[in-house]
């Protein structure tokens, strides 16, 4: 599983990277909120643990983008700011949870592992947006009402976007859930399955449900 760890301190963050690793987690650790922005936008997260006083921004500004843009990973934040209303603030902004600095790695590992085990158990069954409606556990789909063929591939496309509506996602992030080889992000595959998508979803809509947003991605708004 993925953990982002967005953490300027060096010694802490280094600590964090280390520990983590080795309990088998896949770690990426960095120290600015524009790296943490590159991150975020590229791949998937099991969590996200947060430092809120980084060198260009803060921490909390950071998240509530996060959280505008769709992006619903969990957050634990880490910080010396351990008032009551602090933490308030940042359960307020859209954390998850809140351990304050100092802290012991032991609580810190078993509060990761319970908000990996916390996300792995609210996927939905059903999801609907716009007269869409995917059925996870029947792996059908229906638009208006009427039953929609999908092929294996795009099915597995829909439902990313499905899971992430309104978020922006990267033509490497949908290649990466949808293919196995880097090949596949350098030809024009994803174009050709995303026009399947369109015609059976947004043929003659006055608002299209999937967006292109030129040099980055698509969106299901």
């Not at 957050?75 to 012991?104: H, Q, T």
């Not at 995917?134 to 009427?146: E, G, M, N, R």
């Not at 439902?159 to 880097?182: A, D, H, Y």
Request: with cysteine; net charge neutral.
């Amino acid at each position: 599983m993925k953990i982002l760890i967005v953490e300027d301190q060096a010694r802490l963050g280094q600590f964090l990277e280390k520990s983590l690793t080795e309990c088998s987690y896949t770690v990426t650790w960095v120290r600015s909120c524009r790296a943490a922005m590159d991150a975020i936008a590229e791949t998937d997260f099991a969590a996200i643990l947060l430092d809120l006083g980084l060198p260009d921004g803060d921490g909390l500004d950071l998240l509530h983008k996060w959280r505008k843009a769709g992006f619903n990973e969990p957050v634990l934040i880490l910080s010396a700011r351990d008032s009551v209303e602090n933490r308030i603030k940042g359960l307020d902004f859209g954390a998850d949870d809140y351990l304050p600095k100092p802290f012991s790695f032991e609580e810190l590992r078993a509060r990761v592992r319970s908000l990996v085990r916390r996300q792995s158990s609210v996927k939905l069954a059903v999801l609907e947006h716009r007269g869409i409606r995917l059925d996870l556990s029947s792996h059908t789909v229906s638009f208006l009402d009427q039953p929609v063929e999908l092929t294996k591939r795009e099915y597995a496309l829909l439902e990313i976007f499905m899971l992430n509506i309104g978020r922006i996602l990267t033509r490497t992030l949908i290649s990466e859930k949808i293919w196995s080889s880097q090949y596949d992000v350098d030809t024009n595959l994803l174009d050709v399955y995303m026009s399947r998508l369109r015609a059976k979803f947004d043929k003659g809509a006055e608002d299209p449900m999937f967006k292109t947003v030129r040099g980055i991605g698509y969106q299901l708004a």
